[in-house]
């Protein structure tokens, strides 16, 4: 798989960061044929720092996995270097500011854990944490993830299609949405406790796709991500990633996954459903009220002030994805 790395000139010393070691070192690998052989690379994940560029304690356990690099999930974008893949979240659960996720979530407990897949289904399926690594082809794909507050990164994912998952429990025909459930546990999740510290969410965190999407081979459930599993601040031990979608349909540390047939409610369409829609596909021409979504600021090695805005593209720049939505008025169901 073919890691774009630039030329040592190009780099600034403050580039230099773990993720450059990691794109150099899967270089490596692959010229000496070991694809998916990052397992031998165990490394623990980078140091987290704000912005304003403080050390955040990260003493989360991770792992290093063992997985495939298909071409088609190739990407030659720059990687978002991994310390702000770590430090800047939104993960309410852990508290409503983007540093709070790192602070808080640092001693989440991921073992055991327990994700079923139920509803209008023929045969529920539970998996436990092992199982979440174990019975699955893991790969890596890297995908741009584009928040609805306009700020996007690229990040080399690792997790297996939600499609694999959804077949296991062979659905029923009557199945026409998916529902997803992330951990309710106020002891471990600060911001559950109350609606000041959660950023006025009910929880627990609900979030929906329509089968179609569920099954799409782009959808993926994401174990890991930078070759280890994942940290709790990224959602572990598990989460959903919808690339063509705005982030906050990508749900966290999911323990259940119910197929319904009727359009669930979801967190964040409940809380300002002029804002955040059930479809939530990215799309340029169709403006959050409060901002554009025409373009967006890119998180790459620089710092805060780095001037690095782009252009959004329509599906964040997956196409494939648009046949789902040929009949559909996508400013209605944005
Ligand atoms: N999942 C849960 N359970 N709780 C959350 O607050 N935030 C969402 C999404 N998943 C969220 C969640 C939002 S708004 C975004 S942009 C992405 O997670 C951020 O993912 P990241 O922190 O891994 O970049």
Redesign the pocket.
């Known amino acids: 798989m073919l890691i774009r790395t630039p030329k040592s000139s190009q780099i600034k010393e403050h580039q230099v960061t773990d993720e450059h070691i990691y794109q150099n070192r899967r270089q490596i690998l692959k010229s000496m044929g070991f694809l998916g052989a990052s397992a031998l690379m165990a490394s623990p994940h980078a140091r987290a720092v704000n912005w304003f560029g403080e050390d955040e304690a990260t003493t989360f356990k991770t792992t290093a996995l063992t997985f495939s690099q298909p071409q088609i999930y190739h990407s030659d974008e720059i990687l978002t270097p991994e310390q702000k893949?770590i430090s800047?979240?939104?993960?309410?659960?852990f508290g409503s500011s983007k540093s709070d996720?790192v602070a808080n979530s640092q001693s989440f407990k991921v073992e055991p854990w327990s994700l079923r897949i139920d509803g209008l289904v023929e045969k529920p399926v539970t998996l436990g944490y092992d199982d979440l690594y174990k019975h699955f082809d893991l790969e890596e794909r890297i995908y741009r993830?584009r928040?609805?507050?306009a700020w996007s990164?690229v990040v080399p994912w690792i997790g297996f299609s939600l499609a694999d998952l959804i077949k296991k429990a062979n659905p029923l025909s009557k199945a026409k949405y998916v529902v997803f459930e992330?951990l309710y546990d106020p002891d471990q999740m600060p911001g559950q406790r109350n609606r000041f510290s959660g950023?006025g969410i009910d929880y627990p965190?609900i979030e929906g796709l329509r089968l179609d999407e569920a099954m799409h081979p782009l959808t993926l459930m994401s174990v890991g991500l930078y070759g280890k599993t994942l940290p709790p601040?990224?959602?572990a031990p598990i989460?959903l990633v919808v690339p063509w979608k705005?982030?906050?349909k990508?749900?966290?540390?999911v323990v259940r996954i119910r197929l319904t047939d009727k359009m669930p409610a979801t967190t964040w369409n409940q809380l300002a459903a002029n804002e955040y829609g059930f479809y939530a596909n990215v799309n340029p021409k169709v403006d959050h009220p409060r901002w554009t979504q025409a373009s967006e600021r890119r998180i790459t090695s620089g710092g805060l002030f780095t001037r690095n805005r782009i252009d959004t593209q329509m599906f964040n720049g997956y196409p494939e994805v648009a046949s789902m939505y040929t009949d559909m008025d996508l400013r209605k169901y944005y």
């Open positions: 893949i800047h979240n939104n993960f309410y659960e996720p993830l928040c609805v507050e990164m992330t950023g965190y601040q990224n959602g989460r705005y982030g906050f990508s749900i966290k540390s």
